[in-house]
């Protein structure tokens, strides 16, 4: 439709500049981009393809492996500072910190295990991944919070496409990394350091917010962007399992890499598209004035804005005496009002029982597989497969919540509360071994992992309000290293290590310094997952609480605030058109008139 418009010849150089700046200035293409930066974005969920390379090369036992991903999983989830960057300064201030971050953080990992640099005391290389993997929260807030305020009526689709996005991104860069560099593991590393910072910079100018007007179809472009992301991961999850099963070249992988590059940018056709529509509907109401004077005649009256109103005055208020007088649940909590309520609490619980134990599972289905005697092609299979699961997790929970909330009033809390119970039984599968369960339990594992992300961010934002959002989702994240920290370093990685010593006893062997600790059977992780998947219930139970506690919140028109504002926004829209054509009308008419009265 676009090509043929222009092709036609009906728009000349002064019509095209026009379009491309409505492009490029709108909240479509702000989110392409935002998509973009995301898809690179996930180098924390890929640790399971790189700690092996670490560990051998600096010669890492379990546990201080497990401590390592410890700290992985702090700087990928603890974004306070990221939010309240946000908070005082524009995105892009907060993705270009991000980017340097991301580069000094894993460049410095990549100089270590490659020998370029001697090798590094063990704070120094928590420090390292912590650094690195922080980035990730500067980028989540920077592109996620964005979207999230440019679409507020859609926000539970935009979580899961960007969400979604992050998860798949492991799978993306594993493509990438073997177009540019083969098969060289350490290299990998290597991109990670690069890649994102360098998209992230690229796209600085792009991500910012944008006055909101209502968009009747809104919801089916972003069916139309899950499509591609859909198409994107089906092909992704096909690549991988013939790459597991068939021997690939160097420029079979550059040809599949360049397959996915394609797929990545076939959003923009969408965003152009929708744009012109949008172009030409302003172009419209610039030439046809006449249908917008219904609107204009009927202007908003002055009351309807007050002069002063509660939370006005609660403004002047100090935010210590008001922490405990938070207002009703939707409008916008100050951080400590939401920090020091019952429900932030409650979802804190949940996601640390929640995330945290399939955190676990993911960070160490290698050494699950090992355990339990699977082919190391099918290990690298499941775990490869589990950034497919993530995303397909995310996109599911996002866009099917966003659904049966607007049409069922069906609330976010309660599809947690099933997540987290499906989550116990990919637990309770690692737990007894049943064999080849680990396939079925890596699919259960990886989904219920990304789904809960969208869910969460979209509660935050429903309960809590938009204003402080930035901060408020750093701050729910933050639950997921407290809980990998309790379950992977504490809990499996402690036991891991006590059932191999155990079974090296057996053999007559003692440790030596140095000597990484290898446990077979399953044994080894047993006991450390019936404890996760007791917890995932306890979670299960606590996010209940909160069903029963917003359960007449979420019966109500919980976007209520959002559409009105919008609407307002397109009434300023069509006023400002019609003053100015009437302005122009006007001084045309009185032409005629003035040279008349000269005359006379």
């Not at 799978?171 to 350490?186: P, R």
């Not at 792009?206 to 968009?215: E, G, P, S």
């Not at 020091?340 to 949940?350: C, R, T």
Request: aromatic residues 12%; charged residues 15%; contains cysteine.
């Amino acid at each position: 439709m676009v090509v043929t418009e222009f092709s036609s010849g009906a728009f000349g150089s002064k019509e095209m500049r026009s379009f491309v700046l409505q492009v490029l200035h709108g909240r479509w293409f702000m989110l392409f981009a935002s998509m973009l930066i995301l898809s690179v974005a996930g180098a924390t969920y890929m640790f399971g393809l790189y700690s092996n390379v670490i560990k051998t090369s600096l010669g890492y036992d379990q546990t201080t492996l497990n401590l390592l991903s410890f700290f992985k999983d702090l700087g990928g989830n603890v974004g306070i500072i990221a939010g309240l960057v946000n908070e005082v300064t524009g995105p892009w201030v907060v993705l270009l910190i991000g980017s340097g971050m991301n580069f000094f953080g894993y460049f410095m990992i990549w100089l270590a295990v490659t020998g370029r640099t001697s090798k590094p005391r063990l704070w120094q290389m928590c420090l390292y991944i912590c650094v690195g993997a922080n980035s990730q929260t500067f980028s989540n807030t920077g592109a996620v919070v964005s979207c999230v305020k440019n679409f507020p009526s859609s926000r539970g689709s935009v979580l899961g496409l960007l969400k979604g996005l992050v998860g798949l991104s492991g799978a993306i860069i594993t493509q990438l990394y073997h177009a540019f560099y083969g098969k060289d593991s350490k290299a990998l590393i290597l991109l990670i350091a690069w890649l994102p910072a360098a998209v992230s910079i690229v796209f600085l100018p792009i991500v910012r917010l944008i006055k909101t007007v209502r968009q009747p179809n809104e919801l089916r472009i972003f069916y139309h962007l899950l499509y591609v992301t859909l198409g994107l991961a089906g092909f992704l999850m096909a690549l991988i399992i013939m790459q597991h099963k068939l021997k690939f070249s160097r420029m079979c992988y550059i040809g599949s890499a360049s397959v996915v590059l394609m797929l990545l940018f076939l959003p923009i056709l969408v965003v152009i598209i929708e744009e012109f529509k949008l172009w030409k509907t302003k172009i419209k109401a610039v030439n046809e004035p006449i249908q917008l004077k219904v609107v204009a005649e009927n202007p908003a009256p002055a009351e309807l804005v007050p002069a002063t109103t509660p939370q006005t005055q609660q403004k002047h208020n100090s935010c210590f005496q008001t922490v405990f007088k938070p207002p009703v649940r939707g409008e916008d909590y100050t951080i400590l009002q939401a920090l020091f309520s019952i429900d932030m609490l409650i979802l804190f619980i949940a996601t640390i029982c929640g995330v945290g134990g399939t955190l676990t599972a993911i960070d160490n289905l290698g050494q699950i597989g090992n355990s339990l005697g699977y082919p190391t092609d099918s290990i690298s299979t499941f775990i490869s497969l589990v950034s497919i699961w993530n995303y397909l997790g995310r996109v599911t929970s996002g866009f099917s919540s966003e659904v049966l909330l607007k049409k069922y009033k069906f609330p976010r809390p309660l599809m947690l509360t099933l997540v987290l119970l499906l989550a116990c039984v990919g637990h309770l599968l690692i737990a007894f071994g049943v064999p080849n369960s680990l396939y079925f339990s890596s699919v259960i594992i990886g989904f219920c992992f990304g789904a809960q992300w969208p869910l969460i961010f979209a509660i935050i934002s429903e309960l809590f309000g938009l204003k402080y959002y930035a901060t408020l989702i750093n701050f729910g994240g933050a639950a997921s290293p407290l809980g990998a920290y309790i379950l992977n370093v504490k809990v499996a990685g402690n036991l891991y290590d006590a059932a191999a010593l155990k079974q090296l006893k057996a053999l007559g062997k003692t440790r030596e310094a140095g000597m990484d600790l290898t446990c077979q059977g399953v044994a080894c992780y047993k006991l450390a997952f019936i404890i996760i998947a007791a917890v995932a219930l306890f979670g299960s139970l606590v996010s209940f609480i909160l069903v029963i506690r917003t359960r007449k919140f979420y019966q109500s028109d919980i976007y209520k605030k959002y559409s009105e504002e919008a609407e307002a926004a397109e009434e300023d829209f069509a006023v400002g058109t019609v003053a100015a054509d009437t302005s122009s009308s006007s001084k045309a008419a009185q032409g005629p008139e003035a040279n008349s009265d000269s005359k006379k």
